[in-house]
Nanobody, 128 residues
Framework: QVQLLESGGGLVQAGASLRLSCSAS????????MGWFSQPPGKEREFVAA????????YYSDSVKARFTISRDNAKNTVYLEINSLEPEDTAVYYC?????????????????????WGQGTQVTVSS
């Protein structure tokens, strides 16, 4: 089992930057592919970014590629999502996810699969 705990969300003004953190426990962090998803109000959860277990590779949703950066620190069992130039449209609950199924599967992670793990989410609200 893997436990994920997000932090760093809050209310921010448009144009600001924010760094979300997700700490993991329960399984060797360096074996897990990590990712972030967002769920805007009234919408489905959607993939944002993924990073390989060794941190050397990452990929992003086309809609966020320019302003979002995912990174990880395996010594701290933590993955980060930095968001620059925040826009009101970025308002969402951001979820940290982990998968043991492989790098290319992260974007398709689900809450139903036993090898996919999810945090409780952290709210980001961007005011205009």
């Amino acid at each position: 089992q893997v436990q994920l705990l997000e932090s760093g969300g809050g209310l921010v003004q448009a144009g600001a930057s924010l760094r979300l953190s997700c700490s993991a426990s329960g399984r060797a962090f360096s074996t897990l592919v990590m990712g972030w998803f967002s769920q805007p109000p009234g919408k489905e959860r959607e993939f944002v970014a993924a990073i390989a277990s060794n941190g050397f590779s990452s990929y992003y949703s086309d809609s966020v590629k320019a302003r979002f950066t995912i990174s990880r620190d395996n010594a701290k069992n933590t993955v980060y999502l930095e968001i620059n130039s925040l826009e009101p449209e970025d308002t969402a609950v951001y979820y940290c996810a982990a998968t043991a199924r492989g790098f290319n599967v992260m974007s398709a992670a689900t809450t139903d699969h036993p090898d996919d793990y999810w945090g409780q989410g952290t709210q980001v609200t961007v005011s205009s």
